[in-house]
C-alpha cells in the first residue's frame, strides 16, 4: 500500500513548455486534490475531484488543466509553463470524513 | 475572502516543554478543522481534527481547542520533542464542499 504517489520528484521546465504531473492513490479514495505551495506559505487548491469523471476549480486554476483518468489517477497539466507556476505541487486524496492523504510532492521550476 | 490564518509565523521551544500554535480564522460557517505537520521536504501530514460542536480533543501529546466565540484554534503540544520540528498548518472545511483551506503555516524549532 504505497498510499499517494507523485512523479516526477523534480522538473525544470523553459517558460513555454507544457508537461503533466502525475498522481496515484491505491486506496481507493473517491476524491482527489491538486495543491502548489509557494514559499513560506499554505497551500492553495488548484483544482480538485471528487469522484471519477468529475472535477472542479479550486481557488487558483488559471494555466492548468486536469484529468480524472480513473479512480485511482489524477494529472495536472500545464499547458503554457510560466515562471509564476514555479512551486511545490503536491497531490491529495480524501479518506472517509475530510482527512486528506498528501503525496511527497513534486518540486517545479519554471526559468 | 474568508481565510485562516495564524498568529505567530515561527515558534522556539525547549525539548521537553509544551508548544501552543495557534490560528485564527474567519468564517464562522466552518464545521471541521484539521492540524497538518509537514517536515521539510514531504506532504503534510494529519495530526488531529476536531469538529465545530467540540471544544476539545486529545490525542497522543496533542490536544486541539477550538473556541469558536473568537474564532481561534490552537494546537498544543506536550513534552515537545526533536520530531516535532516542523511546519504546522491549521485548515478549515466549510459545508460539505470536501475542500479545505490553509493557513499560511507555524515553525515550530524545538532547542535541545
Known amino acids: 500500500n504505497a498510499g499517494v504517489t507523485q512523479t516526477p520528484k523534480f522538473q525544470v521546465l523553459k517558460t513555454g513548455q507544457s508537461m503533466t504531473l502525475q498522481c496515484a492513490q491505491d486506496?481507493?479514495?473517491?476524491?482527489m486534490y491538486w495543491y502548489r505551495q509557494d514559499p513560506g506559505m499554505g497551500l492553495r487548491l488548484i483544482y480538485y475531484s471528487a469522484s471519477e469523471g468529475t472535477t472542479d476549480k479550486g481557488e487558483v486554476p488559471n494555466g492548468y488543466n486536469v484529468s480524472r483518468l480513473n479512480k485511482r489517477e489524477f494529472s495536472l497539466r500545464l499547458e503554457s509553463a510560466a515562471p509564476s507556476q514555479t512551486s511545490v505541487y503536491f497531490c491529495a486524496s480524501l479518506a472517509g470524513g475530510y482527512e486528506q492523504y498528501f503525496g511527497p510532492g513534486t518540486r517545479l521550476t519554471v526559468t | 475572502g474568508e481565510s485562516v490564518g495564524l498568529h505567530l509565523p515561527t515558534l522556539s521551544v525547549q525539548e521537553g516543554d509544551n508548544s501552543i500554535i495557534n490560528c485564527a480564522y474567519s468564517n464562522s460557517a466552518s464545521d471541521y478543522f484539521i492540524w497538518y505537520k509537514q517536515e521539510s521536504g514531504k506532504g503534510p501530514q494529519f495530526i488531529i481534527d476536531i469538529r465545530s460542536n467540540m471544544d476539545k480533543r486529545q490525542g497522543q501529546r496533542v490536544t486541539v481547542l477550538l473556541n469558536k466565540t473568537v474564532k481561534h484554534l490552537s494546537l498544543q503540544i506536550a513534552a515537545t520533542q526533536p520530531g516535532d520540528s516542523a511546519v504546522y498548518f491549521c485548515a478549515e472545511n466549510i459545508g460539505s464542499s470536501y475542500k479545505l483551506i490553509f493557513g499560511s503555516g507555524t515553525r515550530l524549532l524545538v532547542r535541545p
Open positions: 486506496m481507493n479514495h473517491n476524491s
